[in-house]
DNA sequence: TATATTTGCAACCGGTTGGTTTCATAAACA
DNA sequence: TGTTTATGAAACCAACCGGTTGCAAATATA
């Protein structure tokens, strides 16, 4: 069972989850009534976003608040920042190149 | 066939074989040496990562070079934009805390 | 021209995924 | 206590995924 952060987020509807409760904290029930599903089927995603720690529950009474664990999602900035790097110096050079081009203009 | 750059990045070989050519093309045969696996295997995360366009070919004689699409790395960074507003708002809050700890210590 | 090299594509296969229906459990409430 | 409500778990299923093998096409090379 292969359970990572990205797998995770791969999903259209767990990212609308995600979105969804990444403000404040949500029963299971209140998160189904925005989709298109069964309630059963949110519970899955759900289980899925607590297994890679992405979610965190909080029983209250027979209800179970489920709200995003928003430092988790920094693994995958953390990710990005490789090509964050890259995606910054080409902008550099396309600005040394566009600087060269208008002091040719001169 | 559902084709996203979230689809796209959730295979850990496909994220391998985007940090490979991030910085230099690499033809099919040169990035499957790099892994256990096959190279129609390599050949087909190459055409899942075509598809939505987070790769550009590049034909030389036989030769095909595939290099990173970098422009569409970022729209994993902008759908993370929206957490990330949040979790500064977090640390901002956790700053006042910390900051009204002192005070009080004072 | 005959042969070797580089590549993509089709067919197949076992495991996974996302969904459903059904059921069990626990808390709230009449 | 019996009923309603909120939830998770199990069993099942069709579709998809990542891998393989085999083959065809195009280019380079002898």
Redesign the pocket.
Known sequence: ???DIF?AV??P??RAIIVLIALQAM????IAEH??????????????LTECELVK?EQ???????SLEINKMKEIDKWLEQFRKIWETRFNQLDKVLSTIKKQKK
């Open positions: 069972m292969r359970r797998q791969a999903d509807t767990r029963t299971p029930n209140a989709f298109d599903t069964t309630r059963q089927a949110v519970s899955k995603h759900l289980r899925i529950q209250q009474g027979r209800e179970i608040y489920y």
